[in-house]
């Protein structure tokens, strides 16, 4: 699989703007098809049951998350995935704040067991929710008990390996080091910067533009979402090398946007930091 | 009509500050509002139908925006244009995504035909679709076969003055060149940047500024749409001139508010590519 | 109570990070996401009535904001606010344009009668709306003959301190001269900028951080209030005072978040201009 071509990942979403279709939170939703838009994909918003069959049908790839949920989007994420896993588009699914609730859990559960959901995105906590796993999240934060380090990334990988041979999904488990998995193999990426954490969204970011990589990647899903993480993560420490003087979270929202719509093949490829976790 | 005294239409704006009811898609809501505080006018949004007449009866204009439509909002947009209709406060409509979904074409559709919509606004796919005429889109991007080129400007201006004469409009159809039309006169706005297509929203703040210039300028409507378009265009200008270094969308979306919050009358008239487009 | 401690009252907040749980509006959603972030918090949106339940009962508080309330977020407010009520959580209530409908002012008006609220966050129009005062509002703004002026600034504190004292709550009057009350004191704060009313947010965000202080300092609930009071109004004087060139309102706006975010303890208590309103 190495070399992982991730200038050639990025360079399929640029060159065939694919059509995403969020159904996404109202927190982040500007974040995200702006995201969309800077890597060169192109967004479609619609939650509404009678009207996502239609959306969903024109598009390329379908991202859902639950971060404010409701009864009427929750039908409107069943009738849009019901759609695209009929019509083979590539679903992801981003379980924010899966454990916090009984009806977040339930739902990315739900959508996760009976439609064709192809990539799983979230913090360890949401996954280890959405899979079964116990686990206790913090609100829509990984419990701190749940943050893959050094000492726990074996274990990690062993964890995204085995949701990945369950689902049937590339498994993306996101935070300071992320591991991304399908059933056979494992990867770290280091890349990204803590002031990524302080900012609402790049998380939702990230699952929209995994949208795009996987429409784009479809033959190849795992490089494609590695791209997707290695790409928001440089974006992250292009965007923290800018922060000066008084630039606080606002400058560094504004720079992160920036760096995505400019993201460069070569320079995405300098400077990923991906390796593969190999079993003990 | 010449000149088009675009300053005094921004002017009229900046002075009475018209209070603009919107009920617009959670995607671009927050630019929406900032693009009407930053021309001097005050945005208001409200879609339950149980709230809507009460905010619209102490407005003096409604921007129905149908990007992320639902049942809910729908019936809140049907109650609010009503009212809106009644008390004679002129409407704009924004038929986002007219085209790809039924429920956005018969949408659309009906508030053009049911109430006292004064100007539509959007792409020429979209405005193809609520129109009647056939048309296809590309979700809520123009279909690259309906784009308005210097070959089909003449083509697109009797269009639009059609669609204006049968709805007793007046028509903004905007892209790399945008016509603007009432039934008798149909104008070129040759002003913008490639770059407003980069980021959400910009069609978006553009319909729901027009919405403030109606207002305000209600006893010229078409010069206040043409100055609406105008301001946007060179807003964007403006903006686009500011890019250096790792500049990209974020930075160009902050530049956007910035140009549109700062506009000078001068300069949007020395700025403004206008003509008018003569029948062969 | 002298001195305010304000810079204890962030501190707290930054040491303890609480999770503040938003039904807030989807116009300036992300704005209040990433002031509370800013702050040291960590936000949590939910307006489900099926979710909300779980989702504050994580949290430590609730920020109940009404800007585009609908019946469905109604219901799930009040099903989050008798359960922070039950636990004890302090909520904030930010009765966005109650005056303007009927709807409004009675929503925000049976939540502050029905449920523990214990901060209300307001101009002076919404204040007098919700409290049963009589009181027109120009929309989501303050109707002109509100604000508080110097001349009126007594009267403003016995009418804070009235609306405190029937209501049990802190009462934050925001505008060019803010007001908070309890009881038994009234304090003006001096801060701010003019900038901060071109922008759309503010007092959104500013309700949505208070939130987030009177959970971090409820054992001096006043002083908590006054130093997101403070916070805010010095955030937006050093945003205001990097503004230069072409810099309009969105920098501004990205300025105030950078402000928010590297706020410092000392800074804010060189700045803040805040005195007790002495009764003639």
Excluded: W
């Excluded at 200038?7 to 640029?14: D, E, I, M, P």
């Excluded at 479809?218 to 490089?223: G, H, N, T, V």
């Excluded at 504004?254 to 300098?270: F, K, Q, R």
Aim: hydrophobic fraction near 50%; proline fraction near 3%; aromatic fraction near 2%.
């Amino acid at each position: 699989m190495e070399p992982f071509a991730l200038k050639n990942a990025l360079s399929r979403v640029q060159e065939t703007c694919p059509l995403v279709h969020c159904i996404t939170n109202y927190v982040t939703v500007n974040d995200c098809a702006n995201a969309l838009l800077g890597v060169g994909a192109s967004p479609i918003m619609s939650d509404e049951p009678l009207d996502v069959e239609d959306i969903t049908s024109i598009c390329g790839g379908l991202v859902l998350n639950i971060g404010t949920l409701n009864v009427a989007t929750i039908a409107g994420m069943r009738a849009a995935a019901a759609r695209a896993t009929a019509l083979g588009h590539p679903i992801v699914l981003d379980p924010v704040g899966a454990g916090a609730s009984a009806l977040r859990t339930e739902t990315a559960s739900e959508l996760l067991d009976e439609y064709g959901v192809r990539v799983v995105r979230g913090n360890m906590s949401e996954v280890k929710a959405v899979s079964g796993a116990s686990a206790s999240t913090r609100g829509v934060d990984v419990d701190p008990a749940d943050a893959v380090t050094d000492a726990s990334l074996l274990e990690a990988a062993a964890f995204a390996k085995d949701v990945a041979a369950r689902t049937g999904c590339v498994v993306a488990i996101t935070g300071a080091t992320d591991v991304v998995a399908d059933a056979g193999r494992a990867f770290a990426v280091r890349n990204g910067s803590s002031l990524m954490g302080k900012i609402t969204g790049t998380g939702c970011m990230l699952s929209a533009i995994t949208g795009a990589f996987a429409v784009a990647n479809e033959e190849a899903l795992l490089e494609g979402v590695l791209a997707a993480v290695a790409c928001m993560g440089v974006a992250g420490q292009l965007a923290a090398a800018r922060m000066e003087g008084p630039d606080g979270t606002g400058s560094f929202r504004t720079y992160l946007l920036d760096a995505l719509s400019t993201m460069d093949g070569d320079i995405l490829e300098a400077k990923a930091a991906i390796e593969e976790i190999q079993e003990a």
